[in-house]
């Protein structure tokens, strides 16, 4: 039997006991589900924690929720991935985190670069931001993830370079890059802890700040013999790493 559809809620409000339910959720479970009273729906709060609850009231344009106990779900043991997104154009953007979430991404930071053709800041950054926190909600609750990913705030390239010191192993996409596949890295050392992955923008990143990224500890990386587009290169790399740690597949 599948499990019963999810629901993300913010964590300071996921408790048991009552639970008013309006607007997009409610119009997912009961006009796009057409559930009604009795059904079971599971709430989880990105960080973690769950609930089963049972829908006691169904209305015209609300309903109730008997939420149960609260409980932790098992911590995830696999390696967790962060990805150092270039800002990029269009719907490639959302469709990129999309895809980043669904694969098990565990941190995405949008990044400024020297070729980015989108320009993000201020309100305009903050909004966009919004954005692609509520697509990677859907996302996660669409593929029965536990965990949001954490979504940075737009960052120019050497603040999230520092951001991701942290990371054990740490991998800049070039495609200049040859002489080293992303195989080999990682058939040489024990499964990091986490990998930081920065990839490069439509047009790739300039040189010099290659050098910066290795100059912080990254190591230069190619991902065989074609030039993938940005988003490609970034779901490729997420698809990679899940697959040789053992999380895809």
Known sequence: MSEPPRLYVEPDTLAAGKRSLSGDDYH????????????????????GRRANAT???????DALLEVGLVGAVS??????????????????????????VELGTSRILPIRTA???????????????????????AAAR?????????????ADL???IAT??????????WERTRARSLRTALHSQEPPASIAV???????????????????????????????RAETAAIAAATVLGYALGDIG
Do not use: H
């Not at 991701?164 to 996409?173: D, G, I, T, W, Y």
């Not at 300039?206 to 500890?217: K, Q, S, Y």
């Open 28 to 47: 997912y479970l009961v006009r796009v589900l057409r559930m009604g009273v009795g059904s079971q729906v599971v709430l989880f709060d990105g960080a």
């Open 115 to 137: 070729r980015c053709v989108v320009e993000l800041r201020g309100q305009r950054a903050q909004r966009r931001l919004r954005r692609w926190t509520a697509i990677a909600r």
């Open 75 to 100: 911590p995830r043991t696999d390696p967790r991935i962060w990805i150092l997104l270039p800002l990029l154009k269009g719907d490639r953007m959302d469709w990129c985190i999309q895809k980043l």
């Open 55 to 61: 829908l006691a009231r169904v209305g015209p344009r």
């Open 198 to 228: 920065l990839v490069g923008p439509e047009g790739g990143l300039e040189p010099e700040e290659v050098d910066r990224a290795i100059t912080a500890g990254f190591v230069p990386m190619g991902l065989g013999p074609r030039v993938l």
């Open 164 to 173: 991701a010191e942290a990371a054990a192993l740490k991998l800049v996409f």
């Open 158 to 160: 050497q603040e999230a």
């Open 142 to 154: 669409q593929s029965q993830g536990e965990m949001v990913p954490e979504l940075a705030p737009v």
